[in-house]
């Protein structure tokens, strides 16, 4: 099969992704082989491959990707799945099952987990492995192309409004900073609730803009001051200056949620922004259960994703693409069959 290595973790403009032929994987006990039709890219897909996460996590070469739509090839023994059926691996490939985090409830805290196209190869390939139980069944109105961007993008946005914790969505006021992939399935969640959004983001020609047409309530720039006080935001930018813009913008006993797996460090800023109980919450990871719930919204709530197409082989443009803030929504990656 072919397949995207990253022998060197380096900037994406030297184009350090080499389509390769490469020995198909075997599924293991407990696994399953998936055929990939498309794989969705996020910014978390960057961070690897130009070396920001820790590099202790990495076996090189190794296979990004984590927003893997597909179809099984093959099943191991006592597998509910079925050959042929669709499914999604997300970014959480496995968890411990037996750390304290896991006996409660919240795998996504596992001590020793694994994740797909970081610890483990991913899918920007032609096949991949995945644990049966971490994989997602995927809804039948949603094209593969479509449902890429719901299994990071769409999960980690949806586990950021999770954790924001308002006691009604009716009404309430939502700041979102960065509107790219998570934030343009975000706004669609959180209007569904009832939310009124309201959008900071630099790009007027493209995150500006999809914003609008999504229905935000006011559009600005990245450090621009809502008309109104904010219940909530959710920072979904790797941008750790904007924290103090955002801070200030929320009313009494708001939150401030941090969406990213990896984040420039946070400016200074006055303890009266953090006054009046207002909180800073990071997000890591998320439970299966935060995916199947999300999934079940998104059909319940008609999300249409707006992504761009690129091929398989052409990862490293889509990825400087990305880098760039050039892709309107998410970018995906197609198979070419």
């Known amino acids: 099969m072919f397949a995207q290595l990253l022998h060197e973790c380096k900037p994406v403009s030297e184009r350090p992704l080499v389509w390769t032929d490469v020995q198909r994987p075997n599924a293991a006990a407990g696994e399953i082989l998936i055929k990939v039709h498309t794989c969705g890219i996020c910014r978390t897909d960057l961070h690897v491959v130009e070396g920001e996460l820790d590099p202790a996590r990495y076996a090189l070469p190794l296979i990004p990707g984590h927003q893997v739509v597909g179809s099984i090839e093959s099943v191991t023994e006592n597998s509910l799945l079925r050959p042929g059926q669709r499914v999604g691996v997300p970014w959480l490939n496995k968890t411990c099952g037996s750390c304290r985090f896991c006996r409660s409830g919240r795998e996504n805290l596992c001590e020793h987990p694994e994740f797909t196209g970081w610890t483990r190869n991913g899918g920007f390939a032609e096949y991949v492995t995945a644990p049966a139980d971490f994989v997602y069944e995927l809804p039948e109105q949603m094209s593969d192309i479509e449902a890429a961007p719901l299994l990071c993008a769409g999960i980690i946005g949806y586990r950021c409004l999770r954790q924001c914790e308002l006691e009604s969505w009716a009404g309430a006021k939502l700041g979102l900073y960065g509107f790219g992939a998570a934030g343009h399935i975000a ?36 450090f621009a001051v809502p008309p109104v006080k904010l219940d909530a935001a959710i920072i979904f930018a790797p941008a750790g200056e904007i924290v103090p813009a955002a801070l200030s913008a929320l009313d009494r006993d708001g939150c401030l949620v941090l969406g990213g797996i990896h984040m420039s460090n946070i400016s200074e800023f006055a303890y009266q922004d953090i006054y009046w109980e207002r909180v800073i919450r990071s997000v890591a990871n998320n439970t299966r259960a935060d995916g199947r719930e999300f999934i079940a919204e998104a059909v319940a709530a008609g999300i249409k994703t707006h992504t761009e197409v690129f091929p398989m082989a052409d990862a490293n443009a889509a990825l400087l693409a990305l880098k760039q803030d050039a892709i309107k929504g998410a970018g995906v990656l197609l198979i070419d069959s």
């Not at 669609?188 to 009124?196: E, L, N, P, V, Y």
Request: aromatic fraction near 6%; charge should be neutral; hydrophobic fraction near 35%.
């Open 187 to 222: 706004i669609q969640i959180a209007r569904h609730r009832g939310a009124d959004v309201y959008v900071c983001t630099r790009d007027h020609e493209r995150h500006q803009k999809l914003a609008e047409e999504l229905g935000a309530s006011w559009v600005g720039g990245a």
